[in-house]
């Protein structure tokens, strides 16, 4: 599957709630490709032991039998282990679940600057072997706590969605000997540079009628530009973002929608507009601030490339550690 990049990171800034407790850490290794080097950082992780450890209670299982699923967090801040489908699976085979956070983002940056020689280590060749890590380090864990011999192995199963389950799918490949399956969802397994079939897919996902709706409200937005810029772009709360930017947030606000399951959100929202005699413009507007920036944690400034320059890791600096990712 290919990939459309988007620098809103939307796989981990759709709302979830989150099951895990706490912020845990371990020491990661910086360069996994020179063995010169020395240097390590702080990961974050976050684990939830809940169905293992009832498992445990109320039956004669031996801890190594809990299966541990290793749900790989992607391309931004790891808010912790969501209270999804991946539970629902820990549940039903008593499962522990760990996510290790990327490195680079959130708090697991190994510097303190995100300057583009800082971002050297940066890759998922490096990530692949951070889970590797990872992995055999939390098994040491598991062991200790359960007063298990060095060699206990639990069975061990990746997940991942997107990026990340492409990280997940390239895990499995590179250390088969530390994971028994992956489950990779829209895995990236190939990269596309014009990739246009994502626009005609969201296309066909709406329908001609709506399609047509949302083609017209570019066209819109695009005279409206012309007209007067300022007022344009300060309608959508993106005063000051240069025009290859502020459409970018417009194609996007109606993509993504539809990427994530709201089609009829935005389709419906926008046929109300027009047939309340509402520009085109001013509702697409008023779809992004009631409901599109709202519900997908969508601040619009963070589509400015003004913002890919913040080296100091912020509210930001997602942006900038993908898109620097995606261009090497």
């Given at each position: 599957?290919?990939?459309?990049?988007?620098?809103?990171?939307?796989?981990?800034?759709?709302?979830?709630?989150?099951?895990?407790?706490?912020?845990?850490?371990?020491?990661?290794?910086?360069?996994?490709?020179?063995?010169?080097n020395?240097?390590?950082?702080?990961?974050?992780?976050f684990?939830?032991?809940?169905?293992?450890?009832?498992?445990?209670?109320?039956?004669?299982?031996?801890?190594?039998?809990?299966?541990?699923?290793?749900?790989?967090?992607?391309?931004?801040?790891?808010?912790?282990?969501?209270?999804?489908?991946?539970?629902e699976?820990?549940?039903?085979?008593?499962?522990i679940v760990?996510?290790?956070?990327?490195?680079y983002?959130?708090?697991?940056?190994?510097?303190?600057?995100?300057?583009?020689?800082?971002l050297?280590y940066?890759?998922?060749?490096q990530?692949?072997?951070?889970?590797?890590?990872?992995?055999n380090?939390?098994?040491?864990?598991?062991?200790a706590?359960?007063?298990?011999?060095?060699?206990?192995?639990?069975p061990?199963?990746t997940?991942?969605?997107?990026?990340?389950?492409?990280?997940?799918?390239?895990?499995?490949?590179?250390?088969?000997?530390?994971?028994?399956?992956?489950?990779?969802?829209s895995?990236?397994?190939?990269?596309?540079l014009?990739y246009?079939?994502?626009?005609?897919?969201?296309?066909?996902?709406?329908?001609?009628?709506?399609?047509?709706?949302?083609?017209?409200?570019?066209?819109?937005?695009?005279?409206?530009?012309?007209?007067?810029?300022?007022?344009t772009?300060?309608?959508?709360?993106?005063?000051?973002?240069?025009?290859?930017?502020?459409?970018?947030?417009?194609?996007?606000?109606?993509?993504?929608?539809?990427?994530?399951?709201?089609?009829?959100?935005?389709?419906?929202?926008?046929?109300?507009?027009?047939?309340?005699?509402?520009?085109?413009?001013?509702a697409?507007a008023?779809?992004?601030?009631?409901?599109?920036?709202?519900?997908?944690?969508?601040?619009p400034?963070?589509?400015?490339?003004?913002?890919?320059?913040?080296v100091?890791?912020?509210?930001?600096?997602?942006?900038?550690?993908?898109?620097?990712?995606?261009?090497?």
């Amino acid at each position: 599957m290919a990939i459309r990049i988007s620098t809103v990171l939307l796989l981990l800034t759709v709302p979830l709630t989150f099951a895990s407790d706490g912020d845990l850490f371990f020491d990661q290794i910086l360069d996994h490709f020179d063995p010169e080097n020395d240097a390590t950082f702080r990961q974050r992780y976050f684990e939830d032991t809940t169905y293992c450890d009832s498992a445990l209670l109320r039956t004669s299982a031996l801890p190594s039998t809990c299966p541990i699923f290793l749900y790989i967090c992607g391309e931004a801040t790891c808010a912790g282990i969501p209270n999804d489908y991946i539970r629902e699976y820990a549940r039903k085979f008593d499962a522990i679940v760990v996510t290790p956070e990327h490195r680079y983002y959130g708090r697991s940056s190994p510097f303190e600057e995100l300057t583009y020689e800082n971002l050297t280590y940066l890759s998922s060749r490096q990530a692949i072997n951070d889970l590797a890590v990872f992995r055999n380090f939390y098994q040491g864990v598991f062991n200790a706590k359960h007063k298990l011999s060095d060699g206990s192995e639990n069975p061990w199963i990746t997940f991942g969605v997107s990026y990340s389950g492409g990280l997940a799918s390239w895990f499995r490949l590179k250390f088969p000997h530390l994971t028994l399956g992956s489950l990779s969802s829209s895995g990236v397994a190939e990269a596309v540079l014009a990739y246009t079939a994502f626009d005609e897919q969201v296309a066909t996902s709406v329908g001609e009628e709506c399609a047509s709706l949302l083609r017209n409200t570019t066209q819109s937005i695009e005279m409206s530009l012309k007209a007067d810029s300022n007022k344009t772009k300060a309608m959508f709360g993106a005063t000051g973002m240069i025009d290859g930017d502020f459409m970018y947030l417009v194609a996007d606000a109606a993509a993504t929608s539809v990427q994530y399951g709201y089609q009829d959100t935005v389709c419906d929202a926008m046929n109300r507009s027009k047939n309340a005699g509402v520009n085109l413009t001013a509702a697409l507007a008023d779809y992004c601030n009631s409901f599109w920036y709202r519900t997908f944690g969508i601040n619009p400034l963070s589509y400015s490339q003004e913002k890919l320059k913040l080296v100091v890791p912020g509210e930001y600096t997602g942006s900038r550690q993908w898109w620097f990712q995606v261009k090497i």
